[in-house]
Each structure stands twice: as structure tokens, then as C-alpha cells.
């Protein structure tokens, strides 16, 4: 295969995008016309490995999931995860759409404004409402010490 090569995958329908993995890739292998061994074939995974992941009794290694994302031209976040799983919800998605009109200058700002939003959002927990002080620290102490210190 030819690594500067990209490949174009043919669209896939929208029933493919509400399904579990074994769901997901049965479709896909059905889609093309594959049996599972010429599947098993094309990915250099065992047949009977092939017969588990459909069965849902077994879920891939990374190394599989990309060997199979490969073989039907798609990524791996589609096959593991369900249509809006991971990405912003519709509202958000379509000013990040939007955003491609910017210039780079302009994009640039966003992702600073953006990236400083999501700091203060996870530097929340680590601050006492209404006070502005760090939250307490649990004093963990190693059972090791403990004992030498009841010793003593």
C-alpha cells in the first residue's frame, strides 16, 4: 500500500451511525460484499478472532482496530464510538463549523479564549466554592511510615 496514498472511503449510511462495534463492523463487512474469512483476509486477523468481535464476546486490541478501520477506510473513533459520542453538541458544532471562515489570526484568539475557558473550567475543582482557597489535601500517610512511627 502506498503511504502517501489517501484513500476515500464511500459514504457510509446513516444507519451505520447508531450501532455498537460487532454491530458496526458486520454492516461494513456486509456492505462490501466481504465473508468473514475474506475479511479475516484483509485485516490478517484470525477468522475465529473475526467470529468473536461480531459475536460481541471480544473486543479488539488497538493493533485489530486499526488493522480494521484500515480495511473499510474509516477511522477508529467511528467505529468505537456512537455519532455525536465524542464531538460538541449541535449547537457548538456548527459555530466550530463557522470558525473555518476565520482567518488564522482570528483562530488563533479562539482556541486561546477556548483553551483559557476550559482551564478555569477544570481549576474549579481544585478551589473551595465561595472562598477562593485550595481545596484541603487528604494527608496520606504510607502504612510503612505508620508502623516505624508506632515503633518509636
Known sequence: ?????TMQAPPLPASLYAMSFSDRI?????????TQQGFAD?????VQQIKRYEADTSQPSA????????????????LLFEDAERGPDDDLRLQFE???QLSTEE????????????LKHSARKWI??????????????????QASAAHR
Open 107 to 118: 483562530k488563533a484568539v479562539a482556541r486561546e479564549v477556548l483553551e483559557g475557558l476550559l
Open 63 to 78: 493493533d485489530a482496530l486499526k488493522k480494521i478501520a484500515v480495511c473499510f477506510g474509516v477511522t477508529t473513533d467511528w
Open 1 to 5: 500500500m502506498n503511504p502517501t496514498r
Open 98 to 100: 463557522a470558525m473555518n
Open 42 to 46: 484483509a485485516t490478517g486477523i484470525h
Open 128 to 145: 473551595v466554592p465561595n472562598t477562593g482557597a485550595p481545596a484541603a489535601k487528604k494527608k496520606v500517610t504510607s502504612t510503612k511510615r
Open 26 to 34: 458486520i454492516a461494513l463487512r456486509r456492505e462490501r460484499g466481504m
